[in-house]
């Protein structure tokens, strides 16, 4: 099958066990309570978000079942993010009990969502704490960063530029960098980035008994969706198809199964979905993504709004769900296959197929769908 936007992963071996390379990645045994490190001063807001089902859109699309992991609700923070950067600031808070400095300070980069996750950990555990956005993230998500007492550090260039400044700038100042994405000698904080975000997937494995067949999961630097396959690879009784998607534009991810190894995006990562604008992977995630995903494909600016508005304005009876542009990108994916006869059949989706989505952020007021 000649697809430009759809490849199989070559590597991909589904009946190998999950093994020592991949739990070096995510620890299925592991999952954390994220909710519990922030408190129950908010009562029920720390407990799983739904996982709805949407049986007319299954219809429309002519699989069995569609299910949406809603991350939206996630903590009243609205993003699967919140797992990640709160979790991993306090990992570091209790490894370095003995030694943490008077004046501690959090930073990392991020296109909006990480960022203000860990301005929220910091703020948990009474830490300063400073964020680098690239040029592109909102101003509604600064403002939010902000509103969780971090500073914020403006970078005049992409996700990139923001990580290179602010490991530059966490040297000279002896911050603490708490990044989502991973560099040679830099390892710890990113697994237990994607450790806080295994605690969703754990959550779908008790929510949803028969769990999917088919996972279409969207991918910035891969940490979410090494921690959605990773998990489920290793829980499941019968491994699912893993379908990894991106912005066409910031394909780093199909760009890397394309060269068998880490490679660089095709383009320059200019897209609506800012979650996912990202032209690198994060390498420590490759024994679960580079040789577990079974396809990767690529979706178009124009199928962004579409699939917000679906998640919007659902189907007959269907459950509303409020959508981000990086939220709907797993849904924009899923819409592209199954309006494509050859990709449908490749992927060996049909009436039976039971397929999990994840609605990874919500709408933070970016636009009206
Ligand atoms: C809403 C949203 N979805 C998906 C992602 C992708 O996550 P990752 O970079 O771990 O692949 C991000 C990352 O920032 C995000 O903010």
Redesign the pocket.
Known sequence: MVLSWLAANPRSAPKHGYGAAQRAVIDPDRVPDVGALLGDKDGDKHGPTPLYSLPALARRLGVGEVRVKDESQRFGFG???ALGGVFAVHEYVTANKAQLPAGLVFTTA?????GRAVALGAQSVGAACTIFLPKFTSAEKEAAIRARGAAVIRVDGDYEAAVAQCRLQAEEKGWIIVS??SWEGYEQTPRDVMRGYTQLADEIVRQWKAGPTHVFV????????AAVIGYLWAKMAHRPVFVVVEPASADCWFQSNRAGKPALASGNAETAMG??A?REISPLTWPVLGLGADWFMTIEEDQVMPARRLFAHPLDDDAPIAS?P??CAGLAGLTRVCTEEAAFKALHLDGRSRVLLIN??GNLGEATV
Do not use: I, M, P, R
């Open positions: 993003a699967f993010k991020s296109s909006g969502n990480h989502d994405t969207q991918a910035g630097v891969g940490g979410l969706a979650g996912l990202c981000g990086s939220g990874s952020e």
